[in-house]
């Protein structure tokens, strides 16, 4: 047996390896529950990682921490519809600032932001393989190309009538 001044290398370093197992546990465990967490609420609302640090044992800023190094975890509330304007370059030169514009005047909110009442967040995301309907928005899994202003109405009307019902 290993003993430095009256401390035993062997049974110390056997617990360490306890420890970081127990630790890398907790941590697949963290992110599996995070992901939970987002499809329940929608985002991660801070009263129930507060009561996922003290569950798990691990640090509320390290909760923190992991779930802001993946951007797919939000920590505000999210809209019914996630409205996402199109800015690649095919829909950029056919008309995708208009759109957005459009939109944040509507709706009254900036890209990132959602609505008060939830009915929608707005972002932009890059080409999404739709080029040919360029420009195009998608609204939660759906795509709607080859927007007219007299279409980005259309969709407005779709998104606010469907304000309740979950359709769009
Ligand atoms: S650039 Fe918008 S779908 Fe490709």
Same mark, same amino acid.
């Not at 967490?37 to 990682?49: C, F, R």
């Given at each position: 047996?290993?003993?430095?001044?009256? *401390?035993?290398?062997? +049974? #110390?370093?056997? &617990? $360490?390896?306890?420890?970081?197992?127990? /630790?890398?546990?907790? &941590?697949?465990?963290?992110?599996?529950?995070?992901? &939970?967490?987002?499809? #329940?609420?929608?985002?991660?609302?801070? #009263?129930?990682?507060?009561?996922?640090? +003290?569950? *798990?044992? *691990?640090?509320?800023?390290?909760?923190?921490? $992991?779930?802001?190094? /993946?951007?797919?975890?939000?920590?505000?509330? @999210?809209?019914?519809? !996630?409205?996402?304007? =199109?800015?690649?370059?095919? =829909?950029?030169? &056919?008309?995708?600032?208009?759109?957005?514009? @459009?939109?944040?005047?509507?709706?009254? !909110?900036?890209?990132?932001?959602?609505?008060?009442?939830?009915?929608?967040?707005?972002?932009?995301?890059?080409?999404?393989?739709? =080029?040919?309907?360029?420009?195009?928005?998608?609204?939660?899994? #759906? $795509?709607?190309?080859?927007?007219?202003?007299?279409? $980005?109405?259309?969709? !407005?009307?779709?998104?606010? @009538?469907?304000?309740?019902?979950?359709?769009?």
């Amino acid at each position: 047996m290993d003993v430095v001044e009256g *401390l035993d290398v062997e +049974r #110390e370093i056997g &617990r $360490v390896g306890e420890i970081l197992s127990e /630790y890398e546990k907790k &941590r697949g465990v963290l992110i599996t529950t995070l992901h &939970r967490i987002q499809e #329940e609420h929608g985002y991660l609302p801070p #009263e129930v990682l507060q009561n996922l640090s +003290r569950k *798990l044992g *691990l640090p509320l800023a390290e909760i923190y921490s $992991v779930a802001s190094f /993946y951007h797919q975890f939000h920590f505000t509330p @999210r809209g019914r519809k !996630i409205v996402r304007v =199109c800015m690649g370059t095919a =829909c950029h030169v &056919r008309g995708a600032p208009k759109v957005l514009e @459009r939109l944040q005047e509507h709706f009254k !909110i900036d890209v990132g932001e959602t609505t008060p009442d939830l009915t929608m967040t707005l972002e932009t995301v890059g080409c999404v393989g739709c =080029c040919g309907l360029a420009p195009v928005v998608t609204i939660n899994e #759906e $795509v709607v190309g080859e927007l007219t202003p007299k279409k $980005v109405d259309d969709v !407005i009307e779709a998104i606010e @009538r469907s304000n309740g019902d979950g359709k769009a």
